[in-house]
């Protein structure tokens, strides 16, 4: 079509035809009086609008996915990073109330024997030979070597070389360790010693040994144990209590007992610990020993059992005796 002054001016005559019709057709809402004419319309464009709808909007949503792509992965892995994050959170609100308890605990126990302590944290455990652990605590905490760590339940061990800010602890179940043990009732001293890595073998109740050194002193399954203390207090602290004597072995010879002794620490668990920086005023003896578990009730004896006899059978040897002394 040549672009000439007659074309323009039809052009916009039909621009101007259009907007009028546009008008009347909106200003007459329901009662307009091109109704007619806009059914018509619909009925002859809408299967032409439909049909080149169908052909674009599958390309148009096509586009919109590849454009939108990379906001949908990014709004995908803010997503993921939340839910771990507050899985995180809430693995650690779980693990923040384990802790309090524990540290609860071992603030009651060191009470009760009058021990100054540091708490702290296991983060590691030895890969060598040895029975160790690692603290993250150290020397700009006060901690030095020889001190004796405890948790809640009993002895972990004592500290063999320390850092800034961690401590590494020989655990009393180790091959070299050896502390002084007084056993509860008797008083009778002896050396508990570590029997490393092969006392777990029998699933690791009776991990150390109890070597009591007087062969005639009493000895008994159930005896409990509790630390005799080092001169100067050092490495170990009198006092913490240690386990409880599970099986006596039998002498052969020898000039000593010894007994296994199953810990109170459950030592593939450690957790909250302490350090004792300072030792007790006063030895607390068996202050710091747990309770001892009520014994199990006992059945009362039924009646007509031996000892006291049954009601019924008194009254019967009662009126059998009157018998004979009325004939």
Do not use: C, W
Not at 170 to 181: I, N, Q, R, Y
Not at 228 to 242: A, E, K, M, T
């Amino acid at each position: 079509m040549n672009d000439t002054r007659r074309t323009r001016a039809v052009l916009g005559v039909l621009i101007v035809a259009a907007l009028v019709l546009i008008t009347v057709d909106y200003r007459g809402g329901e009662n307009s009086p091109l109704r007619g004419l806009r059914d018509v319309g619909a009925a002859v464009f809408g299967p032409v609008e439909r049909a080149s709808a169908a052909v674009v909007r599958p390309v148009g949503n096509a586009f919109d996915a590849i454009t939108d792509a990379p906001d949908q992965r990014r709004r995908a892995e803010r997503l993921e990073r939340e839910n771990q994050r507050l899985r995180e959170q809430v693995r650690a609100n779980a693990l923040d109330a384990g802790r309090s308890k524990q540290l609860d605990q071992l603030l009651h126990t060191a009470g009760i024997g009058g021990y100054k302590i540091v708490a702290a944290q296991v983060i590691s455990a030895g890969q060598g030979f040895e029975d160790t652990v690692t603290l993250d605590v150290g020397s700009s905490s006060g901690i030095r070597r020889d001190m004796t760590v405890m948790s809640a339940a009993g002895l972990v061990g004592r500290v063999t070389r320390v850092g800034p800010a961690t401590a590494t602890v020989l655990l009393a179940t180790d091959a070299a360790s050896s502390v002084g043990a007084r056993l509860e009732d008797s008083k009778e001293i002896g050396i508990v010693q570590g029997r490393g890595r092969r006392g777990l073998g029998d699933g690791g109740s009776t991990p150390i040994k109890f070597q009591l050194l007087d062969a005639n002193a009493p000895l008994r399954v159930g005896q409990r144990l509790v630390t005799l203390g080092s001169q100067g207090d050092s490495p170990y602290v009198p006092g913490v209590p240690i386990g409880t004597v599970e099986r006596i072995d039998r002498p052969e010879g020898g000039l000593s007992r010894a007994a296994m002794v199953r810990p109170f620490v459950r030592f593939t668990s450690l957790d909250v610990v302490a350090v004792v920086v300072a030792p007790p005023k006063s030895d607390p003896r068996d202050a710091v020993l747990p309770p001892r578990p009520a014994p199990p009730p006992t059945a009362a004896p039924s009646p007509g059992a031996s000892g006291t006899p049954a009601p019924h059978r008194q009254q019967g040897k009662k009126q059998k005796a009157k018998r004979k002394t009325e004939g």
